[in-house]
């Protein structure tokens, strides 16, 4: 059987609840789901301090940003039994409070559906080829990526 996988990169929001339904409605395969969903924050990400977030810019290349999710939700379908896969990123200029990131994923049980989440969300966070800029009153600044992120998705390294 062909899993479902959904990708998605997109300025607009999105229903957390209504990506969850439309993945699972109508399924007797589907044991466990399992969502992450990624949300604008106010506060710096490093613990810092100083200004405030007023915005978060998210920037990608198109295809290229998807042939990516692609190639890393299939890794995913093949490394557990997943019965569904949802991956929704926005991108743009999203202020705290607003949805960034969703990730769903489905499965007869709970382990796989665990497991193929933390997966994805951790490519996304240190591999997905996007791009963010923070917006605060004294300025903006491009965010660096953070080691905790790289040690969290080596993880996954295949042996």
Same mark, same amino acid.
């Given at each position: 059987?062909?899993?479902?996988?959904?990708?998605? %990169?997109?300025?607009?929001?999105?229903?957390?609840?209504?990506?969850?339904?439309? %993945?699972?409605?109508?399924?007797?395969?589907?044991?466990?789901?399992?969502?992450?969903?990624?949300?604008?924050?106010? !506060?710096?990400?490093?613990?810092?301090?100083? $200004?405030?977030?007023?915005? +978060?810019? +998210?920037?990608?290349?198109?295809?290229?940003?998807?042939?990516?999710?692609?190639?890393?939700?299939?890794?995913?379908? +093949? =490394?557990?039994? %997943?019965?569904? +896969?949802?991956?929704?990123?926005?991108?743009? =200029?999203?202020?705290?409070? !607003?949805?960034?990131? /969703?990730?769903?994923?489905?499965?007869?049980?709970?382990? #796989?559906?665990?497991?193929?989440?933390?997966? /994805?969300?951790?490519?996304? &966070?240190?591999?997905?080829?996007?791009? &963010? =800029?923070?917006?605060?009153?004294?300025?903006?600044?491009?965010? $660096?990526?953070?080691?905790? !992120?790289?040690? #969290? #998705?080596?993880?996954?390294? &295949?042996?």
């Amino acid at each position: 059987m062909t899993v479902p996988v959904t990708i998605r %990169l997109q300025e607009e929001d999105f229903d957390v609840a209504r990506e969850i339904a439309a %993945l699972s409605r109508g399924r007797t395969d589907i044991g466990a789901v399992v969502s992450f969903s990624g949300i604008c924050r106010s !506060d710096k990400a490093d613990g810092e301090g100083g $200004d405030a977030i007023a915005a +978060l810019v +998210l920037e990608h290349y198109p295809g290229m940003a998807e042939e990516e999710i692609a190639r890393h939700a299939e890794e995913a379908v +093949l =490394r557990w039994p %997943l019965t569904g +896969l949802t991956v929704i990123h926005r991108f743009g =200029r999203i202020v705290p409070g !607003d949805n960034i990131v /969703l990730v769903v994923t489905a499965s007869a049980h709970r382990e #796989a559906a665990f497991h193929a989440a933390e997966f /994805l969300m951790d490519y996304l &966070k240190t591999r997905a080829p996007f791009w &963010k =800029r923070e917006e605060g009153s004294v300025g903006s600044s491009w965010v $660096d990526a953070h080691d905790r !992120d790289d040690t #969290a #998705a080596a993880r996954w390294a &295949k042996s």
